[in-house]
């Protein structure tokens, strides 16, 4: 059975973390799965929060744009999500997408029934790939952990591995540690084969 993995990152070509993301998904994708990148940076999300917290109990907050993206996030068998610290957490852009699909997880019956069955919900597997600038604060990671292993949570995906980078601010560019870049290969390899492994 194919095996269909979502790679969520920023869309930023060339920055240390869509360096990350590149070399899972080719990992994953070298472990046998198909990858589709979707960027949160360039969604318009205005709209749809405007929805779940305006005054109109009746508007829907799916555009055509995000009622796709959900569909696909339904069908997947695994999720990366890739991105940097930002104030101890994740971007605002990607916790407003993550808080999206949490109002409509809560507030749609339907749609919470059809974010995934049960029994995909015991196979579906999540990777979460981040970057922060320092080395001495041994909690920089864990906003972030917290924030992503719900967002896996609400959409039936298994926090199941990461890579976590600090002291960026040092290291500064990523290609100047391809043992970094490796690791994330290797974890999109080890993602996508037990997703596989999950199907048969």
């Known amino acids: 059975m194919a095996c269909r993995i979502i790679a969520l990152g920023s869309g930023k ?9 590149d070399q899972a998904i080719r ?12 960027s949160y940076a360039h969604l318009d999300l205005e709209a749809a929060m ?15 744009e995000l009622r796709d993206i959900f569909r696909r996030f339904q069908e997947a068998d ?11 957490g994740v971007p605002g852009r990607l916790k407003s997408l993550m808080d999206l699909f949490l109002a409509i997880f809560y507030a749609q019956s339907a749609e919470r029934a059809r974010i995934a069955p049960a029994r995909r919900r015991r196979t579906r597997r999540g ?13 920089v990671f864990d906003g972030s952990v917290t924030t992503v292993t719900a ?32 690791s994330a290969y290797d974890k999109g390899v080890a993602l996508a084969k037990g997703l596989k492994k999950k199907k048969q």
Request: charged share 20%; hydrophobic share 40%.
């Open 50 to 64: 405007e929805a779940v917290y305006g005054t109109d109990p009746s508007a829907d907050p799916l555009s055509n």
């Open 151 to 182: 967002f896996f949570g609400i959409l039936g995906f298994h926090y199941s591995d990461d890579l976590l980078i600090d002291d960026m601010d040092t290291i500064s560019d990523l290609r100047t540690r391809p043992d970094l870049l490796e």
């Open 27 to 38: 990992g994953a994708e070298d472990g046998g799965c198909g990858v589709e990148r979707i």
């Open 127 to 139: 990777l979460f790939l981040s970057l922060a600038g320092s080395v001495n604060c041994p909690t």
């Open 78 to 88: 695994g999720i990366i999500v890739a991105a940097p610290v930002y104030t101890m």
């Open 13 to 21: 070509r060339g920055g240390n973390t869509s360096l990350l993301l």
